[in-house]
């Protein structure tokens, strides 16, 4: 748990949570689950996403990010983490907000997965129909 001056901020997606706090006047280190991000996630693509709030408020490299997250797959955690991320940042300087809410770094992605309903193989396709 990061101490000092810390802005925190929950982000979700699909069924992941993430808790992200932000600590200013570091050096764009990042902590996800006690791990730093090139030993939890390989994807240098996912990176550049978890950087995306940083860089549309110029911010990039000024805030080291402690996260632990949780639920979903490590692309919906990350996504999380994102989220967590720009409402954080929010929360340091609401005048980021007009510049993260187009963007799209504080909608959350309420996509899940549909459930299965009864009478049917899965949530909405039925068994397969047999004339004879």
Known sequence: MPKGETYYG???????????W??????G???VNHKPL???CTVLTYHDELRGPFVATQ?????DVW?????????????AIRH?????LTEYAAEYRPVLRPAGFLTRDPRVKERKKFGRKRARRGFQFSKR
């Open 84 to 88: 967590g991320i720009a409402k954080a």
């Open 10 to 20: 929950t982000g979700h997606r699909k069924t992941a949570v993430a808790r992200v």
């Open 59 to 63: 911010t990039d490299g000024k805030f």
């Open 67 to 79: 996260a632990t997250a949780s639920g979903g797959g490590v692309h919906s955690q990350i996504g």
């Open 22 to 27: 932000l600590i200013p006047g570091g050096s």
């Open 38 to 40: 090139d030993e939890y």
């Open 29 to 31: 280190q990042f902590t």
